[in-house]
C-alpha cells in the first residue's frame, strides 16, 4: 500500500475499529515515514506500520523510525533476515509478516514472529503468486500456533466472513481502501480503481525494471491491466468513493451479519 496507505488513512481507519497502516513501499525514506506519522495527527488508538524488507535494508533509519513510534504492529515482508524481530521486540512492539507458503509461515514463526499474514495470489501490489488465499490460509492455519490474517482479494463483507469463518484472527485489506477520500492514491489512479472489473488485473515486473526497483523476478506487483495501478482480484467491489470509516463499517457489519445468519442456520 505504498503510495495509498499514509497516515490519514491509518488514522481513519483505526479511529473507525480497525488498525490502520501506514504503508512504506518500494520508493520510501525517512522523510516520508517522518511526514506520515505526522498525517497520523492525535490518533489515540493502535496503528500499524509497514516496510519492504529489502528498502529498510537499504536505508536502515526507517526500522530505526517506525520502531521508536512504537506502533502497535510492525509489518516486514519480503526478505530472509530476520533480525529485525529482536529490535522491534526490544522496543515492545509486535511484528508480523507476509508469507506466500506453509514454509514460510514456519520460518517466520521461528524467527519469533508475532502474526503471520497468508498473502494468497489474488492480492493487489507486491507477493509471490504461489496459491490463492483459501488454500494458503487453510494450510497455514493447520501449520502455526501464532495469529494469522488472511490477505488477497477481500475486498466485500462476504470475503471478510469467509475468512472469519475458516479460522483467520482478522482479515488483511488493500485495495479496498485504495480509493477512499483519506488515501494518497492520485485520483486518476482512484478512477481506474472505481470502473475497474476483478478481471482486469495482471502480474508484471515491468514498472519495477523501469524504477530500477530491486525486486526479484519471483515477486511480481498485481496491478490494473495496463497501468502501474496496483490492485487486487477484489478490485471489482469498489465502487465509489468513500471515506474509510463506511468501508470499516461496512466489511464490519456486513461479515458479522453473514455470520450470524450461518450461526443460526
Not at 108 to 130: K, L
Not at 131 to 159: E, W
Amino acid at each position: 500500500m505504498g503510495g495509498a496507505a499514509g497516515g490519514r488513512l491509518a488514522a481513519a481507519v483505526s479511529t473507525a475499529g480497525g488498525l490502520g497502516m501506514v504503508g512504506m513501499g518500494s520508493s520510501a525514506t525517512p522523510e516520508q515515514l517522518k511526514a506520515e506519522l505526522a498525517a497520523l495527527g492525535e490518533l489515540s488508538r493502535p496503528f500499524g506500520i509497514g516496510l519492504v524488507h529489502w528498502v529498510m535494508q537499504d536505508r536502515p533509519e526507517l526500522l530505526d523510525m517506525a520502531v521508536a513510534a512504537r506502533p502497535a504492529l510492525l509489518s516486514v515482508s519480503f526478505g530472509a533476515d530476520w533480525a529485525w524481530v529482536a529490535k522491534a521486540h526490544d522496543a515492545g512492539v509486535r511484528v508480523a509478516t507476509q508469507v506466500a507458503t506453509v514454509e514460510a509461515a514456519r520460518r517466520a514463526v521461528d524467527a519469533g514472529v508475532d502474526v503471520v499474514v497468508a498473502r494468497g495470489a489474488e492480492g493487489g501490489g507486491h507477493g509471490e503468486p504461489t496459491v490463492g488465499t483459501l488454500p494458503l490460509l487453510c494450510d497455514v492455519l493447520d501449520a502455526v500456533d501464532v495469529p494469522v490474517l488472511a490477505a488477497g482479494g477481500i475486498s466485500s463483507a462476504r470475503g471478510v466472513a469467509a475468512v472469519l469463518a475458516a479460522g483467520a484472527a482478522a482479515a488483511w485489506v488493500g485495495t479496498a481502501f485504495a480509493a477512499c477520500v483519506e488515501a494518497l492514491t492520485p485520483e486518476a489512479a482512484r478512477e481506474a480503481l472505481l470502473a475497474a472489473d476483478g478481471d482486469a488485473t495482471e502480474l508484471t515486473s515491468e514498472y519495477d525494471v523501469a524504477a530500477g526497483y530491486r525486486w526479484p523476478a519471483s515477486i511480481p506487483e498485481r496491478v490494473l491491466r495496463g497501468s502501474p495501478v496496483n490492485a487486487g482480484q477484489g478490485v471489482g467491489a469498489v465502487r465509489h468513493t468513500v471515506g474509510a470509516a463506511d468501508v470499516v463499517g461496512s466489511l464490519r457489519d456486513g461479515a458479522a451479519a453473514l455470520l450470524g445468519r450461518w450461526s443460526a442456520s
